[in-house]
T-cell receptor, first 110, second 120 residues
């Protein structure tokens, strides 16, 4: 299966701490994307990293990609209560399909 | 900010009934998708649609499901005879380019807020 698998399944941190979650996938990709889902809502795109990139930043988000290990990580620095959500990595199985993992549920405690 | 809109937000139906979920993708997007998420579980791909035909579909998308783009703006998902296990949140999404294409931002999916389907 092409879909990514996130680790850990759940993460609880104190406000101000960093949150790190990982994603592993099985076959070659053109790009890998991270999305966020607030409870009961749709997914919102956070960041995209191409297969020829190793690291990318966007605000408090840092994404790494290691294509040799078929893995990616998402780091949220200085977390806030508003970062409480589920985070999904998504890989392109083809031009017509983005496959999502099961997600990491992040809870940021005030 | 352009949005993908979905209606209804919540639909309750009896098992065996037909359901149509509607979506209005972003106007300049060419690729359309349906995903579903059973409560607390992963987001599952159902089908993608491009150039007025199905591009790819999953095993979930069996003969009970169909998609249509009846006019220039709407994209619908029909479930002909609903089952209890069809209860889920259904998400529509659209993108400007195909997901595997190496284009800056164009292959990112924009999702709607979802339609919650409850089958009794």
């Amino acid at each position: 299966s092409q879909q990514g698998e996130e680790d850990p399944q759940a993460l609880s941190i104190q406000e101000g701490e960093n949150a790190t979650m990982n994603c592993s996938y099985k076959t070659s990709i053109n790009n890998l994307q991270w999305y966020r889902q607030n409870s009961g809502r749709g997914l919102v795109h956070l960041i995209l990293i191409r297969s020829n990139e190793r690291e990318k930043h966007s605000g408090r988000l840092r994404v790494t990609l290691d294509t040799s290990k078929k893995s990616s990580s998402l780091l949220i620095t200085a977390s806030r209560a508003a970062d409480t959500a589920s985070y999904f990595c998504a890989t392109d199985g083809s031009d017509y399909k983005l496959s999502f993992g099961a997600g990491t549920t992040v809870t940021v405690r005030a | 900010e352009p949005e993908v809109t979905q209606t209804p937000s919540h639909q309750v139906t009896q098992m065996g009934q037909e359901v149509i979920l509607r979506c209005v993708p972003i106007s300049n997007h060419l690729y359309f998708y349906w995903y579903r998420q059973i409560l607390g579980q992963k987001v599952e791909f159902l089908v993608s649609f491009y150039n007025n035909e199905i591009s790819e579909k999953s095993e979930i998308f069996d003969d009970q499901f169909s998609v249509e783009r009846p006019d220039g703006s709407n994209f619908t998902l029909k479930i002909r005879s609903t089952k209890l296990e069809d209860s889920a949140m259904y998400f529509c999404a659209s993108s400007e380019a195909g997901t595997g294409q190496i284009l800056s931002g164009a292959n990112v999916l924009t999702f709607g807020a979802g339609s919650r389907l409850t089958v009794l």
